[in-house]
């Protein structure tokens, strides 16, 4: 797999690959032939995948130029990429690129990407991976100024590392292009409250079609990069999740509870699950299940603290694989005391509720339970989170194991 930096050196194309125009207080005489007369400057709030490019957006070159750029970035096909992070709207920290066939300049918060094969595939395969949470996941993680002060994304040490896979299969490479041109297109006037305004289409409308778009383009990259079920849910829970927490702690998702209610069936197998936690038990489960013997399985049941919703209490269970959860469940699992009680005498230390309360995360591990309480969060339910806890778990379980105190494990 190569970067991005080895698509465009190849052709000697690096000197045409770099930032726009930049601005000076000091007025500047472009030279003559330096830049052609037809070049134009973009706006920068109307580069985006949602926003085509069109004359609205133009405006003439400022003569106060301190440095011109390089005019080869400003020609024919090329992939622009803004080099701040965007912050406003939803989802924040998006990072925002498109594909340019006009000539015209750009300043330099914009970067100008030329492959060494001119062809509008390949531009278009590069540009679905500038908008799949991958390039977003792998960006965030490696760029030194995203998440410390003013988010972005520098050139040559960041964006041009970014690993390139273009597909070898001519179907995977279509519907890729496929969805590129699809989201591209797709630029709905927006329905307002307006007598005089009949057409449009509702914003929420506009926002569920782009996010379904945006869901198919990312599952076409994750089979590109040949992603496995692990890597894609770690992707997705954190562009998904911990990104919007990042953001807006207090209003986004990430922190409201994944339970609002009881339950009404608070218990069953990994074939009767619950909506929302419900992907946190199958991920554990099936985290677990690989060292367990081969004629049991996990049962869960899921407890709440009284008058409130604050925590979360679930416990996972070793029975027959034959045992139905209705007769093997207990008569208390309606009970939040007596998980804390079952808690508290599986652990080397005490536990009491306040520290559950004050730390918001106890797990533990006994012959016959798994038991682990946290907040009720979003983000602390999440599939990334299940394998975190399963293997945290199983540390617990063998170190049991090894001081002779248990034994559950194959």
């Known amino acids: 797999?190569?970067?991005?930096?080895?698509?465009?050196?190849?052709?000697?194309?690096?000197?045409?690959?770099?930032?726009?125009?930049?601005?000076?207080?000091?007025?500047?005489?472009?030279?003559?032939?330096?830049?052609?007369?037809?070049?134009?400057?973009?706006?920068?709030?109307?580069?985006?995948?949602?926003?085509?490019?069109?004359?609205?957006?133009?405006?003439?070159?400022?003569?106060?130029?301190?440095?011109?750029?390089?005019?080869?970035?400003?020609?024919?096909?090329?992939?622009?990429?803004?080099?701040?992070?965007?912050?406003?709207?939803?989802?924040?920290?998006?990072?925002?690129?498109?594909?340019?066939?006009?000539?015209?300049?750009?300043?330099?918060?914009?970067?100008?990407?030329?492959?060494?094969?001119?062809?509008?595939?390949?531009?278009?395969?590069?540009?679905?991976?500038?908008?799949?949470?991958?390039?977003?996941?792998?960006?965030?993680?490696?760029?030194?100024?995203?998440?410390?002060?003013?988010?972005?994304?520098?050139?040559?040490?960041?964006?041009?590392?970014?690993?390139?896979?273009?597909?070898?299969?001519?179907?995977?490479?279509?519907?890729?292009?496929?969805?590129?041109?699809?989201?591209?297109?797709?630029?709905?006037?927006?329905?307002?409250?307006?007598?005089?305004?009949?057409?449009?289409?509702?914003?929420?409308?506009i926002e569920t079609k782009r996010r379904e778009l945006e869901l198919q383009l990312d599952n076409a990259i994750f089979e590109l990069y040949a992603l496995g079920e692990a890597e894609i849910d770690l992707i997705r829970d954190m562009c998904d999740t911990n990104l919007a927490y990042y953001y807006s702690p207090d209003k986004s998702t990430a922190c409201k509870p994944i339970l609002s209610a009881p339950l009404k069936k608070n218990y069953g197998t990994i074939k009767q699950l619950p909506d929302g936690i419900g992907g946190y038990l199958k991920t554990f489960i099936k985290s677990w299940s690989p060292y367990l013997d081969k004629d049991t399985q996990l049962h869960w049941c899921i407890h709440l603290p009284p008058k409130t919703d604050s925590m979360i209490a679930i416990v996972f269970s070793i029975h027959p694989k034959n045992a139905k959860p209705e007769d093997a469940e207990t008569a208390d699992r309606d009970s939040w005391d007596s998980v804390l009680e079952r808690m508290d005498s599986s652990m080397t230390h005490h536990c009491g509720s306040s520290r559950i309360y004050i730390e918001g995360l106890v797990q533990a591990v006994t012959k016959e339970e798994i038991l682990i309480i946290k907040r009720n969060e979003n983000r602390l339910w999440t599939k990334s989170m299940a394998r975190e806890d399963a293997e945290a778990t199983l540390v617990r379980a063998m170190n049991r194991i090894s001081a002779g105190e248990m034994n559950v494990c194959k």
């Open 1 to 205: 797999m190569k970067n991005l930096l080895i698509w465009i050196m190849a052709a000697g194309l690096l000197s045409g690959c770099a930032q726009g125009i930049y601005r000076s207080e000091i007025p500047r005489q472009l030279e003559d032939g330096t830049i052609v007369v037809d070049v134009v400057e973009i706006k920068i709030n109307t580069l985006g995948k949602d926003i085509l490019l069109d004359k609205d957006g133009y405006q003439s070159i400022s003569k106060k130029v301190k440095d011109r750029g390089i005019e080869i970035a400003y020609k024919g096909q090329r992939i622009l990429v803004k080099r701040g992070i965007e912050q406003k709207g939803v989802p924040k920290g998006r990072i925002v690129a498109t594909m340019a066939c006009k000539d015209f300049a750009f300043r330099n918060s914009v970067y100008g990407i030329k492959l060494q094969n001119d062809t509008e595939w390949e531009y278009k395969c590069i540009l679905g991976i500038l908008w799949s949470s991958l390039a977003k996941y792998y960006l965030l993680l490696t760029s030194y100024d995203w998440g410390v002060w003013h988010d972005e994304i520098r050139f040559k040490d960041e964006l041009l590392e970014l690993p390139i896979c273009l597909p070898k299969k001519e179907a995977l490479g279509s519907c890729i292009v496929r969805i590129v041109d699809k989201l591209q297109a797709y630029d709905p006037v927006v329905k307002v409250e307006d007598m005089f305004q009949t057409e449009g289409v509702p914003l929420e409308e």
